[in-house]
Each structure stands twice: as structure tokens, then as C-alpha cells.
């Protein structure tokens, strides 16, 4: 049902089929009683109206119950937020740069791209920033999605588990060619990216690199 590809997916469909079942269960029995008393106290079945008192008993049961659910699901979501606020020490950095309408990503070799490639089975940790208004960095099949500001860093990390190629898109409305902002993030082998992240290592790093020793030479 669900195909995710990152060591959040399993958590996050998690707390979403959760929700959602107990969600379908209350439903289903709170329609299903309204129905019943729909039928069964109707103008024909019970044509005197009767006065129905209190019931500890039950009233207890429909408050200790809801509360301990919502209170599961707070756990699960406040567990699984925990862990996606804190990239491990380890972690391959990237900064991206989303702007109207496309995204950037540095590597920490001056390395730049127009998609995103990663190796499989690392720690990734992604630094966010926009040159313009607000954009959002969303990966579905990584179950991650973070707001991207102007003048402001935020961090999302993730550990891909299987090679593939995914999708990447703006999920902030950013102005009138937002879609441009689909993407790719390439997961590779850790042999095929070290070979990608070696090659070509920048012009623009190499400019930068020309242009301080003209100006340290002057
Ligand atoms: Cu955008």
C-alpha cells in the first residue's frame, strides 16, 4: 500500500494508518448508534418520550478512552518529530538553495547541482535556505517536508534505504511557475556517488578558487 524509501517512511505511515483506523472505527460505531437510535426511538416505535439519566459507567468509558487514544498519537507523532529534528553527528551536508523557481544543492567538496544526489544507506543532512519568498522542501517518498525562509537555516535529515530516483517538490506556493520547482533526488550506489561527486568538481569553485588568487597576486 505504502512504498516509502526512508528510515522515516515506516514511522510516518505508521502514526497515518493509526490515525486513520481508529478515525474509520469511530465513524463507522458513532454513525452506525445514531442510526440504531434514529430507528429504535422513533415517532411510530416510541410514541411517549422517556427521560434517560445519566450513566457513570459509560461516561467514563467515552472520556478515559478518547483520551488515552489521542494521547497514543501525540506519543507516536512527538517520537517520530523527535527524531527528524536532529541529523546524527555523522552526516553528509548539503546546502540547497531554493529560489523562484528552481533548487541549488552544495556539496561540501563546492560541488553544485541541479538535482540532488545522495549515496544509499548515509545519513544526509540538508541545509535549507531561500533567496526570495517562502518555498518547502518535500520529498513524498521520504515522508519529509520542511518550510524553506529567506534568511533563515533549517535542517532535514534522512537515510534513504533503497537506490532509486525520487521525487522532489516545492510544496509552498511560490509564484506563478512554482511547478518548475520538480525535481529529483538520485540515490546511488556509495561507489557511483563517490565517482559522481568527484568529477567535474566545480567550475564555479575552481572560478572562485582563480578569482582569490588574482586577487591575492595584485
Ligand atoms: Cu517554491
Given at each position: 500500500?505504502?512504498?516509502?524509501?526512508?528510515?522515516?517512511?515506516?514511522?510516518?505511515?505508521?502514526?497515518?494508518?493509526?490515525?486513520?483506523?481508529?478515525?474509520?472505527?469511530?465513524?463507522?460505531?458513532?454513525?452506525?448508534?445514531?442510526?440504531?437510535?434514529?430507528?429504535?426511538?422513533?415517532?411510530?416505535?416510541?410514541?411517549?418520550?422517556?427521560?434517560?439519566?445519566?450513566?457513570?459507567?459509560?461516561?467514563?468509558?467515552?472520556?478515559?478512552?478518547?483520551?488515552?487514544?489521542?494521547?497514543?498519537?501525540?506519543?507516536?507523532?512527538?517520537?517520530?518529530?523527535?527524531?527528524?529534528?536532529?541529523?546524527?553527528?555523522?552526516?553528509?551536508?548539503?546546502?540547497v538553495t531554493a529560489q523562484m523557481w528552481k533548487w541549488g544543492f552544495?556539496?561540501?567538496?563546492?560541488?553544485?547541482a541541479d538535482s540532488l544526489y545522495?549515496?544509499?544507506?548515509?545519513?544526509?543532512?540538508l541545509?535549507l535556505t531561500s533567496l526570495d519568498v517562502n518555498h518547502a522542501f518535500y520529498i513524498p517518498a521520504f515522508r519529509i517536508k520542511k518550510d524553506v525562509y529567506p534568511?533563515?537555516?533549517r535542517?532535514v535529515?534522512?537515510?534513504?534505504?533503497?537506490?532509486g530516483k525520487y521525487d522532489i517538490a516545492c510544496a509552498e506556493y511560490c509564484g506563478l511557475n512554482h511547478s518548475y520547482m520538480y525535481n529529483k533526488i538520485n540515490?546511488?550506489?556509495?561507489?557511483?556517488?563517490?565517482?559522481?561527486?568527484?568529477?567535474?568538481?566545480?567550475?564555479?569553485?575552481?572560478?572562485?578558487?582563480?578569482?582569490?588568487?588574482?586577487?591575492?597576486?595584485?
Open positions: 500500500m505504502f512504498n516509502g524509501a526512508s528510515n522515516f517512511s515506516h514511522n510516518v505511515d505508521a502514526v497515518f494508518l493509526f490515525t486513520l483506523i481508529v478515525s474509520i472505527f469511530f465513524l463507522v460505531l458513532i454513525t452506525g448508534l445514531m442510526i440504531y437510535f434514529v430507528i429504535k426511538y422513533n415517532r411510530k416505535r416510541n410514541p411517549k418520550a422517556t427521560n434517560v439519566h445519566g450513566n457513570m459507567g459509560l461516561e467514563i468509558a467515552w472520556t478515559v478512552i478518547p483520551t488515552i487514544l489521542v494521547l497514543i498519537m501525540f506519543w507516536y507523532g512527538w517520537v517520530g518529530y523527535s527524531d527528524m529534528s536532529e541529523a546524527p553527528k555523522d552526516a553528509l551536508t548539503i546546502n552544495k556539496y561540501e567538496n563546492g560541488k553544485t545522495v549515496p544509499v544507506n548515509k545519513a544526509i543532512k541545509n534568511n533563515q537555516s535542517m535529515w534522512f537515510k534513504s534505504d533503497e537506490v540515490v546511488l550506489s556509495e561507489n557511483d556517488f563517490n565517482e559522481w561527486l568527484a568529477t567535474g568538481v566545480s567550475t564555479d569553485s575552481l572560478a572562485v578558487k582563480d578569482s582569490t588568487t588574482q586577487v591575492m597576486s595584485n
